[in-house]
């Protein structure tokens, strides 16, 4: 177990230090977020519309195209240096690889949405500081299921010629479930409602979540011996 343990934790450890020498994937899906997030707030009368009806559902596209960028860079610089190879021929398990990289993802983009929640809340005028535990919590556990799938599919489109478009041809039917959970819960958050109230939507994430690393398990060794 300890072994497997330090296996994880060197590949994120990679991950971080690549990224720390680059800092290519943090700015671009910083920005990449933060111009979705600008675009609707110019699009939209906040005279007319409610920020706490709107904000939520601009909140999470931000969040999932600004990851689906990090996760495109994720194994397509593995794939680029020839890493992944690499990777394969060391006698690490394989869902070890899988739980690195999928850290690697999670972390990178809960930093990435940790900057972008204060502009959201000073571009549309929203509370976010009283609802801030609960609403940590479901972008948390939305975001370990976008990671999830996102990362499994992303070493299945590293593969492919046409990778850039593939992976989210193949994430965004399969993250429906978790994206609509999740934004009901941040709506229903910012309207006032108790997230003990709403625990048939925090249950549906959990379990998707769950779905997602066991499919990950299953299929990951075959994934990446492609």
Same mark, same amino acid.
């Given at each position: ?30 920005i990449f977020a933060l111009l979705v997030i600008v675009i609707f707030i110019f699009s939209i009368d ?71 929640? *204060? ?31 996102g990362t499994l599919l992303s070493s299945l489109s590293s593969n492919l010629k046409t990778r850039e ?7 965004? *039917? ?40 066991g499919v990950s398990i299953i299929t990951i060794d075959h994934i990446l011996e492609e």
């Amino acid at each position: 177990m300890r072994q497997y343990l330090n296996q994880v934790t060197t590949i994120v450890w990679k991950d971080f230090v690549t990224e720390f020498k680059t800092r290519e994937l943090f700015s671009s899906m910083f920005i990449f977020a933060l111009l979705v997030i600008v675009i609707f707030i110019f699009s939209i009368d906040l005279s007319i519309v409610k920020a706490n009806q709107v904000g939520p559902g601009i909140l999470w596209v931000a969040f999932l195209f600004a990851g689906t960028l990090g996760l495109n860079r994720s194994f397509m610089l593995e794939k680029e240096n020839g890493c992944l190879e690499g990777l394969i021929l060391t006698p690490a398990d394989r869902t070890a690889i899988y739980f690195g990289k999928m850290l690697s993802n999670l972390v990178f983009l809960l930093i990435m949405e940790a900057f972008i929640l *204060p502009l959201f809340m000073i571009f549309f005028n929203v509370d976010l500081i009283a609802h801030l535990g609960p609403l940590l919590l479901v972008i948390f556990l939305g975001t370990v299921g976008f990671c999830a799938i996102g990362t499994l599919l992303s070493s299945l489109s590293s593969n492919l010629k046409t990778r850039e478009i593939m992976l989210p041809i193949l994430l965004y *039917p399969l993250i429906v479930p978790v994206v609509i959970g999740a934004v009901r819960l941040t709506g229903q958050l910012l309207a006032g409602e108790t997230l003990g109230s709403m625990m048939n939507w925090v249950g549906l994430i959990l379990a998707f979540d769950i779905i997602y690393i066991g499919v990950s398990i299953i299929t990951i060794d075959h994934i990446l011996e492609e």
